[in-house]
T-cell receptor
Framework: EPEVTQTPSHQVTQMGQEVILRCVPI?????FYWYRQILGQKVEFLVS????????KSEIFDDQFSVERPDGSNFTLKIRSTKLEDSAMYFC???????????FGSGTRLTVV | GESVGLHLPTLSVQEGDNSIINCAYS??????FIWYKQESGKGPQFIID?????DKRQGQRVTVLLNKTVKHLSLQIAATQPGDSAVYFC???????????FGTGTSLTVIP
């Protein structure tokens, strides 16, 4: 069964450093998403991406965040200057149609120290 | 903003019994709902969905019920198995479908 692949599975970074979280969505999917989940809390929407541009973003997704689809297979989330409160599980997801269920990746656990 | 919440944060059931997990939502414009299962260390896994033009949908051992009048969603798992132990989230969206709003989650523990 096709999977959404995320790397790394765990990243530790110092506060103020830049991180890039990587995702390989399912190959025939066109809509891509990043969500995050702070430990013990809800899964929260960050951003949706379609046709090489952001479709929608939440208030969490401020100017410290950016997304990119650098080639035909990767979808990345960059945090320019990490803060302690950015520590969370970051999930990438993709779908063929936006009003159908996504397929989520297994997540990247980001720890900012 | 929109609010999706779960009535019970934890649920323990005996293996073989049926489980019912509940969810309340507040956005009357929501028209598509999904139940996700999340096992430890993994991403949310799609279980079953339902659109607002339906009030019941069945899958393999799972049934989702939607009551739009009271904005309530439930997930019923028949003959619960140890492998069903996980956190279950409901998520809802409007017909734009760009973002889903997730509930807090209910932790289901199946006792062998």
């Amino acid at each position: 069964e096709p999977e959404v692949t995320q790397t790394p599975s765990h990243q530790v970074t110092q506060m103020g450093q830049e991180v890039i979280l990587r995702c390989v969505p399912i190959s025939n999917h066109l809509y891509f998403y990043w969500y995050r989940q702070i430990l013990g809390q809800k899964v929260e929407f960050l951003v949706s991406f379609y046709n090489n541009e952001i479709s929608e973003k939440s208030e969490i997704f401020d100017d410290q965040f950016s997304v990119e689809r650098p080639d035909g297979s990767n979808f990345t989330l960059k945090i320019r200057s990490t803060k302690l409160e950015d520590s969370a599980m970051y999930f990438c997801a993709s779908t063929r149609q936006p009003d159908y269920g996504y397929t989520f990746g297994s997540g990247t656990r980001l720890t900012v120290v | 903003g929109e609010s999706v919440g779960l009535h019970l944060p934890t649920l323990s059931v005996q293996e073989g019994d049926n489980s019912i997990i509940n969810c309340a939502y507040s956005n009357s414009a929501s028209d598509y709902f999904i139940w996700y299962k999340q096992e430890s260390g993994k991403g949310p896994q799609f279980i079953i969905d339902i659109r607002s033009n339906m009030d019941k949908r069945q899958g393999q051992r799972v049934t989702v019920l939607l009551n739009k009048t009271v904005k309530h969603l439930s997930l019923q798992i028949a003959a619960t198995q140890p492998g069903d132990s996980a956190v279950y989230f409901c998520a809802e969206t409007t017909n734009t479908g760009n973002q889903f709003y997730f509930g807090t989650g209910t932790s289901l523990t199946v006792i062998p």
